[in-house]
Each structure stands twice: as structure tokens, then as C-alpha cells.
């Protein structure tokens, strides 16, 4: 697949933001590459582990954008307050529908309103589980709009009212929605041609077939008394393909009889 270029004039796209001035980014923004655009209480936390590594490099050309916005500023009074009481009672605070519905209208600023073109997300232990698929329908968008709770998470009428769609990174509860942004970013970025060096490496990877991958082995060729396997020596790559297959037949048999069972009811179609 292409990769657009990196150094051409006249490309790179402007857009309004609500980062403070400090943490802005020098990174170039390609017209038209993908943007995630993150609606959070802590934007400092970004773009965190998305900074390093393949991710770190493509943000840096301007492969794909990441614009933190700060809820603090959208709050209200003196003290910017974005949280209030529960109403019914209980433990915690809720985040506000006016604050957060202010910082959402302006991520909406620039962005299609068509949920395909532009997926708006809240992160939250209720929504969908997350997987492999969602970072594929991501990745084909123009980019995304992620709305990080914290607390006791956020008033429901901001949910109904942006027609936010709800994703769970898993089932277990995080104190906010941060972690599981940049999770979801970054199994998304690394979908968009030319993030990953070698784009044919995530054709084979866990998921992509809905199988877990194969073991994967490098030199030394022995290990503690342990060799790598014959086959992956040599040199025949039939063989080799069909060592794979089975190994990720029979570990996804083992450890995910939901996937295997999709599996074989994808094969008797
Ligand atoms: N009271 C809520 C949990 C709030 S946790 C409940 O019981 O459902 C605070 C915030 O952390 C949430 O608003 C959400 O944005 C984030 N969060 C917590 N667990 C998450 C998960 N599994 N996936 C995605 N976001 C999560």
C-alpha cells in the first residue's frame, strides 16, 4: 500500500484546539490523515504510550493526529467545576451534561456528522466489548472522537443527546476512560497504511482470520536445552505455512472456544 508523503507543501491542515498552549504538540497534521480527537480531564496523559515506538514515529509524520481537548476549560463558575452530585443520592460524582456537551461540540467542529465517516466513542465498563473489528471500521474513518470518563462517569443525557456510541475495553472497572483510549488508539492506528514499517504484518496477525497467531521463535537456534522447530529451519515454506495454520488452529482450540467455534461456523458457510 502507498504511503503518503511525508514532506509536501501545502498539506498539512489547521484546526482549531482546545489544548493548552504548553503541551501542544510541534508534530506536523496531513490533510486528511487520520485524527483522533480526545475529550479528557487529564489531556497531559497524551499522547502517553502512543508517543513511543511505531505509533510515536507515524504521529510524528504526520501519519495520523491526535487532538487532546480539555474538559476543565468548558466547566462551570470560578472553579470550573465539571463534576456534581448524583441525583437520586449515592457515592461519587457525575460529570456534568452541560460541561462535557460543550467540549463534545467542539470536537464536533471539522468532523463529519455521519457516525461511519466519524465514530464518536465513550469509553465505559457498559459499552460493546472491544475488538479487533472495531479497530477496523475505526481505522477505515476519517478519524474519532473519544470522551474519556471519570468518577462515576458521565450524565446520560450527553450520551443520548450526541448519539455517542458506548465501548468497554473488557470487563473489569479502570478509575478512567484514558487507558482505554490509547488502547483503542493505538489498535487502530497501526491498521493505517505505512504506520507499521511492514504493512503485510498485520494480515497474519491474532484476529486477523479470527485465529490466535502461531509461537513465534528468533535465534539462537537453541535456548536453555530448548530448539527452535525443525520445520521454521527449513526453508520450506509450504511447510512452514502449514505448521503455522495448525498451531494457530490448535492454540486458538485451547484458549478461546469462542473464537474456534465462529471459526468453524465461518468455515461450513
Ligand atoms: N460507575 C461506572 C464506572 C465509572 S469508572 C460503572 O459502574 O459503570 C470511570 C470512567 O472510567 C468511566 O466513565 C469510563 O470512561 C472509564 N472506564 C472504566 N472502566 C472502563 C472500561 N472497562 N472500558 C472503558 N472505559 C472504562
Same mark, same amino acid.
Given at each position: 500500500m502507498p504511503v503518503p508523503p511525508t514532506k509536501s507543501h501545502g498539506r498539512l491542515a489547521i484546526s482549531a484546539s482546545a489544548k493548552p498552549r504548553e503541551v501542544m504538540s510541534d508534530t506536523?497534521?496531513?490533510?486528511? /490523515?487520520?485524527?483522533?480527537?480526545?475529550?479528557?480531564?487529564? !489531556? $497531559?496523559?497524551?499522547?502517553?504510550?502512543?508517543? /513511543?515506538?511505531? @505509533?510515536?514515529? /507515524?504521529?510524528?509524520?504526520?501519519l495520523w493526529a491526535l487532538e487532546p481537548i480539555d474538559l476543565r476549560i468548558f466547566g462551570t463558575g470560578k472553579h470550573r467545576q465539571v463534576d456534581d452530585t448524583p441525583a437520586g443520592g449515592g457515592a461519587g460524582l457525575v460529570m456534568k451534561p452541560d460541561v462535557v456537551g460543550r467540549a463534545l461540540s467542539m470536537a464536533a467542529t471539522g468532523a463529519?456528522?455521519? !457516525?461511519?465517516?466519524?465514530?464518536?466513542?465513550?469509553?465505559?465498563?457498559?459499552?460493546?466489548?472491544? @475488538?479487533?473489528? +472495531?479497530?477496523?471500521?475505526?481505522?477505515?474513518?476519517?478519524?474519532? @472522537?473519544?470522551?474519556?470518563?471519570?468518577?462515576?462517569?458521565?450524565? =446520560?443525557?450527553?450520551? $443520548?443527546?450526541f448519539g455517542l456510541e458506548e465501548v468497554?475495553?473488557?470487563?473489569?472497572?479502570? @478509575?478512567?476512560? $484514558?487507558?482505554?483510549?490509547?488502547?483503542?488508539?493505538?489498535?487502530?492506528?497501526?491498521?493505517?497504511?505505512g504506520v507499521l514499517g511492514n504493512a503485510a504484518s498485520t $494480515?497474519? =496477525?491474532?484476529?486477523?482470520?479470527?485465529?490466535? =497467531? +502461531?509461537?513465534?521463535?528468533?535465534? !539462537?537456534? =537453541?535456548w536453555q536445552g530448548r530448539a527452535v522447530p525443525e520445520v521454521l529451519l527449513s526453508g520450506n515454506h509450504g511447510e512452514i505455512a502449514k505448521w503455522r495454520r495448525a498451531q494457530a488452529e490448535r492454540l486458538t482450540r485451547e484458549r478461546r472456544p469462542d473464537l474456534w467455534a465462529a471459526h468453524l461456523a465461518r468455515k461450513d458457510e
Open positions: 506536523p497534521r496531513l490533510k486528511g /490523515a487520520w485524527c483522533a480527537k480526545v475529550v479528557t480531564l487529564f !489531556p $497531559e496523559l497524551f499522547p502517553g504510550v502512543l508517543g /513511543a515506538s511505531l @505509533t510515536g514515529k /507515524a504521529l510524528q509524520r504526520g463529519p456528522d455521519d !457516525p461511519a465517516r466519524w465514530p464518536r466513542v465513550y469509553l465505559s465498563p457498559r459499552g460493546k466489548p472491544f @475488538t479487533q473489528a +472495531h479497530a477496523q471500521r475505526f481505522a477505515q474513518a476519517e478519524g474519532m @472522537t473519544l470522551l474519556c470518563g471519570r468518577f462515576e462517569g458521565v450524565d =446520560e443525557r450527553v450520551i $443520548e443527546a468497554s475495553l473488557g470487563d473489569f472497572v479502570l @478509575t478512567g476512560g $484514558e487507558i482505554a483510549a490509547q488502547a483503542m488508539i493505538d489498535a487502530t492506528v497501526r491498521l493505517i497504511p $494480515e497474519d =496477525e491474532s484476529f486477523a482470520a479470527g485465529l490466535l =497467531e +502461531h509461537p513465534q521463535y528468533t535465534q !539462537p537456534r =537453541e
